[in-house]
């Protein structure tokens, strides 16, 4: 699917992860920040990716900032980034939920 | 070749420093020749010097080694001012020995390690931007840590040679007499400072409070000292011990406060007479809030409190709960300035303290200790040195020493962020797990199985969670997931001693 608009979601305090999803057009680039990075970046990276292609996004701007989020809540945000960046945050889809 | 914790340590450094591997927390009865300083014998009616500048001039030579201490902790201005005067004289090559590091000393250490002049550093630990240049590869040679026990050994048996100690104090006379807890920037005891004033060859007290002759109660005496510095501040009174310390309101760890406690008073040792010593983090400080309550409710009373002391043992010698407390350092004003007033208080130096190889060490007869980890492992392995991307940020203390208490706690939650607290192997061994007793996170706690005695006494406290080390290593790795591991070069950037002056672990250099 094609990204409507930039988005972000989550917040900068600690154990959550900000995700900002722009568009792009060269697969899915990713620019992470996190304290954890050389522990968990690529688990992190995949949780999103996952997501992202679960919502048919294979083309996007991925900017990560990490806070020690656990990997649920790195993919609660990743949903919701990719709703509102499809401007379908008010219908979400639940099958993918 | 492998320690008896299990770690590699490289033949090639065992070769060249004459280490020998770490076997056992048991020190026995050896015999060791301790060093003697030399003494210039001073005659004249005062020894005070107008500049820090001239005693650098006159004292420091090429490939010498100097120390400090960390007393004024966040505060300290000494430590800079005798750097800067070092640097700025183009000195190379000098050993840096000071008693800990603290991160107002990072940025001068870095500009001092990068211009040569420093190239050999041995500390109970460092942090920050300092720890992270060295984990880097910075330092010429690997950095020595060393326990505070460990550095009063080293002191006393001639690992480490102090030529010229730099010892900031809130007060001295114009012979040096002088002590930690009297004047505006006094931070209680100077226990770690002690060591440097016995065995330094060329003593330099640094104050900003000349007093009149004779200054007492000296802890620091005129027959130790060789100048004495007069400068406009040694520190910041604000930053040297933090302020009123605030009972924690977090739940987590008020849980493994609660927990810590439950485990004291269950165990073989909470009677008339016990000892204790807990750490200066929200956890140990609400155990002892915690504890107050249960001597009081069981009519106990603790022959003495050991360690850096903080306010609330402080009152509980006040209250007359504990008899005495055997005062290395003093973690905020409150313990500082206790000190002056309360005879109880009793200032103890480094080897006192924790010392394996003098005639008894306080920490010989610590019944319990509440330390911290930053990771601790299946085999109850504690970490207190490197974080999880593995870079050195943190420091030994008295962590090895105190852990040789008869019950060692250590308080720690499962997970900090997504970084598991137990582990399947810790990145640096610190402590051995052989001294570890009991582990206390927020779910429940891991006896060390080789207490079958504790396993006895505690299996039967109702609402007690028991698991074992394994368990709660499992779940954390359930709720955070599988790290990927850190990646090192082979170069080796620092050693980590244990107490008795064997290797318990190499720390390399981290890739990135």
Redesign the interface.
């Known amino acids: 699917m094609e990204i409507k608009k930039t988005a972000m979601a989550g917040t900068l305090e600690s154990s959550d992860i900000q995700i900002m999803l722009s568009q792009g057009s060269n697969g899915l680039e990713f620019d992470l920040v996190s304290d954890v990075a050389k522990q968990f970046g690529k688990a992190i990276q995949a949780t999103i990716t996952d997501v992202l292609n679960t919502y048919d996004i294979h083309d996007a701007k991925v900017k990560v900032v990490d806070k020690g989020a656990l990997d649920m809540v790195v993919k609660a945000r990743a949903i919701t980034v990719v709703q509102r960046a499809l401007d379908m945050a008010d219908e979400p889809d639940w099958k993918v939920i | 070749m492998k320690n008896k914790v299990n770690r590699e340590i490289p033949d090639e450094i065992l070769a060249s420093t004459g280490y020998k591997p770490f076997e056992s927390v048991e020190y026995g009865h050896q015999v060791n020749q301790r060093v003697a300083p030399k003494v210039q014998a001073t005659t004249g009616p005062n020894k005070v010097v107008e500049s820090i500048d001239k005693i650098v001039e006159e004292t420091v030579r090429d490939g010498m080694t100097i120390s400090f201490h960390h007393h004024f902790r966040e505060g300290d201005f000494v430590f800079n001012m005798v750097m800067r005067s070092i640097i700025d004289h183009g000195l190379k090559d000098l050993t840096l020995a000071p008693s800990s590091l603290t991160n107002v000393m990072n940025d001068i250490v870095v500009e001092a390690i990068e211009k040569g002049v420093v190239t050999n550093i041995t500390s109970s630990g460092m942090r920050g931007s300092l720890g992270d240049v060295v984990s880097h590869g910075a330092l010429k040679n690997p950095v020595i840590f060393r326990s505070h026990g460990g550095r009063a050994r080293a002191i006393e048996n001639g690992d480490i040679k102090i030529d010229v100690a730099f010892l900031g104090v809130p007060n001295a006379d114009e012979m040096g007499n002088a002590n930690g807890m009297n004047g505006e920037t006094a931070f209680g005891s100077l226990g770690y400072a002690l060591m440097d004033a016995q065995y330094a060859n060329t003593l330099v007290l640094i104050t900003d409070d000349l007093k009149p002759y004779p200054n007492t109660p000296a802890s620091i005496k005129q027959t130790q000292v060789d100048y004495v510095v007069k400068v406009d501040k040694v520190g910041d009174p604000d930053k040297i011990g933090s302020g009123a310390t605030r009972f924690t309101k977090d739940p987590k760890e008020l849980q493994i406060a609660k927990m810590v406690n439950d485990v004291i008073i269950h165990s073989p040792y909470f009677k008339e007479g016990f000892s204790f010593q807990t750490g200066s983090g929200g956890a140990a400080l609400a155990v002892t809030r915690f504890l107050r309550q249960a001597m009081l409710d069981n009519h106990i009373t603790a022959s003495f409190a050991l360690g850096g002391i903080t306010k609330p043992t402080i009152d509980l010698l006040e209250e007359g709960l504990v008899k005495k407390i055997m005062d290395v350092q003093d973690f905020d004003k409150g313990a500082a300035f206790s000190m002056k007033s309360n005879p109880n208080q009793q200032e103890i130096d480094a080897s006192w303290y924790a010392d394996p190889a003098n005639k008894g060490a306080m920490v010989d007869k610590l019944d319990v200790a509440i330390l911290s980890a930053l990771e601790i492992d299946t085999k109850f392995n504690v970490n207190v040195m490197s974080g ?3 870079v050195i940020r943190g420091a030994i203390g008295g962590h090895q020493d105190a852990a040789t208490a008869k019950l060692t706690i250590i308080s720690a939650p499962l997970v ?4 598991a607290t137990i582990v399947p192997d810790v990145t640096t061994v610190i402590t051995p797990g052989d001294s570890i007793d009991v582990v206390v996170t927020e779910i429940g706690l891991a006896i060390n199985p080789k207490r079958t005695d504790l396993i006895e006494a505690l299996s039967k406290v109702p609402g007690l969670p028991i698991y074992t080390i394994e368990e709660l290593q499992e779940r954390a790795q359930k ?3 599988t ?2 591991p ?2 090192f070069t082979d170069r080796v950037v620092a050693l980590a001693e244990y107490r008795d002056g064997t290797l318990i672990d190499v720390i390399k250099q981290v890739k990135d």
Do not use: M, N, T
Not at chain 2, 416 to 419: D, F, Y
């Open positions: 999880s991307d593995g900090r962020g997504r970084i709720i955070v997931g790290p990927e850190l990646q």
